[in-house]
């Protein structure tokens, strides 16, 4: 069953009774869930309906009861125990796959797949989905893999969201809040505010007008006046949400009552009460407390678990009014608000800023409004003058988007097909995948769009033949000219030269122009190869852009015009005026040799021509002009053509390529991944070899760059700590852009990471000559605090000083956990199998294993 609706609509129900029914059959229900704090969430849930007995949690952090009849879980622990055939599967009736549209994240989402694949024949599953405009195409897909499937679709959200817009107005320094739809379209009075003082694309600086972006604290009094809290507010940037609590508690806003003040200590208390004074103190406890307890908090990713628990529980009492949170609080956690603001709509990805998606301004949106509680939601977004209103608009009237695969054979899913399926059957199975089923639709518009692509073509080089001579011949010749850093004759030397020299105000005659080719010059601008552009306007108030290709010959000044003032090129009536002068200019000196006669070099009519700096651009340049297609009054359509050509040749050639890798089974892919096992060892024909065993039961990201790690012995001979610090270089990754220096605490560590790298070298050539993606090169920026930690030094000597938050050091050490668990039990090494596993244990205490306990 495929369950589709939206946030808060009770799609849940449909889980529990599968759970219900496994109970009652005496079978057994795994409830999968893609982050561990909504494993833990759900655990408690179904603790509290089916009592500790029946329910066990399994996650990274924790093992609770696992052989228990009702099991939460991450989907990657199922995954693993189904490429395993784990004894824990017996019984299995029931699957529910938590928020299975994760199933397009670029980096964890091909598990889901997997499990939907895999998953025993006699297994039914549950796929819990938010609202996507394609969910029937799932279910088609489900049913094609797994047999009988039903889709369950519901549209209307079981709050109603009003979709606001809210502007500061300078004219009466009073905050806007206006309906962004009216009657579904966009709001006439909102979008006309916004056309007055929207920044235009080729401003510098930062605008001023008539409106503004209302501050936060403005935000939260406006709201709190309109009874509009409790709210979660977004903003996408973990340093901005501390921000915005400091920026409330400054400004002495209280959204608290002393009672609640009371309640929200003793939670908060109850939270942190495994971490230490030292840890609390490194964790800057009290400032966060003041903001908790004044009503306002943050929820990031840069938080430690038991500071986001604490948070999550006073908004679900309704005791915080106001969460300033980033994106990852939209992911499952249940934490509705009566309001939902967004401050912009766009976030920065790592690499550059990006606009929300319709998907993602429905996740976030999807929180507004709580069931039961408020008859309506609301959903703010702030102005800004880099986004337009009818933006903002399109957002809020898209509800829907379509869920996509990112499915890929990997090298643990290869080496897990070898070893548990012949090869025919492996390769139907990776063609039963999500992503192939789609690419399979999509063959037929693409080849639609292909060709259309290649019918324009074949007009495009029919409009490029010159009965003259050959067009691209000429061009060649053209191009060679510039290239070799001249213009492409004598005489468009002169028309630079003659260009340098005009100044704003001056009148020249353009060829083709109308009203006599008269413009005025507005304003000139130097280009990079000694290229300049002319801005001027035209005797009927057009503004143009001038280059040296519209003149056949050197331009001359033919007068002076005096501008309007103050200078205001984009004002209407500026522009009038100055055509109305430019009219009155005398038409007696219309052509060019009404200024000189001959050539201009230098402002000095007859001086002969500067040489060529190059003899070869001379030759192409003569060449080019003598050319037959020269003389063809069409020469220049010709080139056009040619150009346009050009790019429909890229095009088709995309397109092709496209249709192709559609056609290319993801089985092919599979094959490519084969061969590079093959070349390095891990399988030998249709079967593992030793270090293809070990690989199957490795997972991980850098799957294959670990296995081979360790079959060269590079993690042997390490200390625990040494171990924990080695092996954090494939877990953790930098954030934003940009490498630090990496400091390591002993030379063997140096020495070992050398070897890694180079080895990282090899294995990324492999991939590019397979045409595989390649594995993310090891990051050793994080093996210092590792080794510090596994050490037994205090958090303040472990981050005091380092730019890391507190919830990136939890967050990463429990991933270095994860992993060094795995390397305990694939080591080939007894010896080095121990270091993993004691190192894993001496990571665990602290702040770490604080915030592994599952909280209630």
């Not at 002319?534 to 057009?542: C, F, I, M, Q, S």
């Not at 090129?569 to 009219?583: H, M």
Request: proline share 5%.
């Amino acid at each position: 069953m495929v369950v589709a609706a939206p946030t808060g609509s009770g799609k849940t129900v449909v889980a529990q009774y599968a759970v219900a029914r496994a109970l009652e059959e005496g079978r057994k229900a795994f409830y999968t869930t893609p982050l561990k704090a909504l494993s833990n969430q759900k655990y408690w849930e179904l603790v509290r309906r089916h009592g500790t007995e029946n329910v066990g949690l399994l996650t990274g952090d924790n093992s609770v009861n696992g052989t228990a009849p009702v099991v939460v879980m991450t989907t990657e622990v199922l995954r693993n125990m189904i490429y395993a055939s784990s004894a824990t599967l017996d019984g299995l009736r029931y699957v529910v796959l938590d928020e299975v549209h994760y199933l397009q994240n670029a980096y964890r989402g091909p598990v889901w797949e997997e499990v939907i694949i895999h998953a025993q024949a006699g297994v039914d599953l549950v796929c819990l989905s938010a609202t996507v405009s394609n969910a029937e195409e799932l279910a088609d897909w489900i049913r094609t893999v797994r047999g009988a499937t039903t889709a369950v679709i519901e549209e209307r959200r079981p709050v109603d969201l009003h979709d606001l817009y809210l502007l500061g107005d300078r004219s009466s320094e009073q905050l806007l809040l206006m309906a962004t739809l009216v009657d579904g379209r966009p709001n006439p009075e909102a979008a006309a505010l916004d056309s007055k003082t929207l920044r235009h694309p080729g401003m510098r600086g930062r605008p001023r007008g008539r409106l503004f972006t209302p501050r936060r604290v403005e935000v939260v009094e406006l709201l709190a006046e309109h009874e509009m809290l409790p709210a979660i507010y977004f903003i996408f940037s973990r340093a901005a949400c501390d921000d915005a609590v400091a920026q409330c508690l400054r400004e002495g806003k209280r959204l608290t009552t002393a009672e609640e003040r009371r309640q929200i200590r003793a939670i908060a208390e109850d939270h942190v009460e495994p971490l230490s004074d030292d840890d609390l103190a490194v964790l800057d406890y009290g400032a966060w407390l003041s903001g908790l307890e004044a009503g306002y908090a943050a929820h990031h990713a840069g938080m430690v678990p038991p500071f986001k628990e604490a948070v999550e529980a006073c908004f679900a009492a309704g005791l915080v009014k106001v969460v300033f949170a980033t994106e990852t609080l939209s992911l499952g956690i249940n934490m509705p608000a009566r309001t939902v603001v967004i401050e912009k709509l766009t976030k920065f990805t790592g690499e550059r800023h990006e606009f929300l998606t319709p998907g993602e301004y429905t996740q976030l949106t999807g929180r507004a409004g709580r069931r039961g509680i408020d008859e309506v939601g609301y959903a703010v977004v702030l102005w800004s003058p880099f986004v337009p209103f009818d933006q903002i608009a399109g957002l809020a009237g898209a509800r829907t988007y379509a869920l996509t695969s990112s499915f890929r054979p990997t090298y643990n899913m290869a080496a897990n097909l070898v070893r548990r399926y012949p090869p025919d059957e492996a390769h139907h199975l990776l063609n039963l995948s999500f992503a192939q089923f789609r690419a399979d639709s999509d063959v037929v518009r693409l080849e639609t769009q292909l060709d259309r692509s290649s019918a324009a073509l074949r007009d495009a080089r029919q409009a490029a033949r010159c009965d003259r001579g050959d067009a691209e011949e000429y061009r060649r010749l053209i191009r060679a000219a510039e290239e070799t850093g001249r213009p492409r004759s004598p005489q468009s030397a002169e028309v630079i030269s003659a260009l340098e020299r005009i100044r704003p105000g001056d009148v020249l005659v353009v060829p083709g122009k109308h009203n006599g080719g008269r413009v005025a010059v507005l304003s000139t601008r130097h280009r990079r190869g000694g290229d300049i552009r002319l801005r001027a306007v035209t005797a009927d108030r057009k503004v143009v852009m001038l280059s040296p290709r519209d003149f056949d010959v050197a331009p001359v000044a033919l007068g002076r015009i005096r501008f309007p003032v103050p200078y205001a090129p984009n004002n209407a009536g500026f522009r009038r005026q100055v055509a109305s002068s430019l009219l009155a200019t005398r038409a007696d000196a219309a052509g060019p040799e009404a200024g000189h006669e001959g050539p201009v070099e230098d402002g000095v009519p007859g001086a002969p021509r500067r040489p060529w700096r190059s003899d070869l651009a001379l030759t192409h340049a003569l060449a080019a002009d003598n050319h037959p297609v020269a003389a063809c009054p069409d020469a220049r359509a010709h080139l056009r053509a040619l150009d346009r050509a050009d790019r429909l040749a890229r095009d088709v050639e995309r397109l092709q390529r496209r249709v192709k890798g559609r056609i290319e089974s993801l089985a092919r892919q599979f094959d490519r991944v084969l061969r590079v096992l093959e070349a390095w060892g891990y399988v030998d024909g249709w079967s593992l070899t030793e270090s293809g065993s070990r690989l199957a039961r490795t997972y991980h990201e850098s799957d294959l760059l670990i296995a081979e790690c360790l079959a060269q012995g590079l993690l042997d001979g390490l200390g625990d700590a040494e171990m924990a610090a080695a092996v954090s270089v494939f877990t953790y990754e930098s954030r934003g852009q940009g490498e630090g220096s990496a400091w390591f605490p002993t030379p063997r560590l140096r020495h070992r990471w050398n070897a890694i790298n180079q080895l990282v070298g090899e294995l990324n050539a492999a991939e590019d000559d397979a045409g595989l993606p390649l594995t993310r090169v090891p990051d050793p920026g994080f093996a210092a605090l590792a080794y510090a930690w596994a050490e037994g030094e205090d958090l303040a000597e472990v981050i005091g000083e380092e730019e890391m938050s507190g919830g990136d050091f939890v967050r990463n050490v429990k991933q270095l956990i994860d992993l060094l668990r795995q390397v305990g039990e694939t080591a080939p090494a007894s010896a080095t199998a121990g270091a993993a596993r004691r190192a894993a244990e001496q990571l665990m205490r602290g702040v770490v294993a604080a915030s592994s306990v599952v909280p209630t």
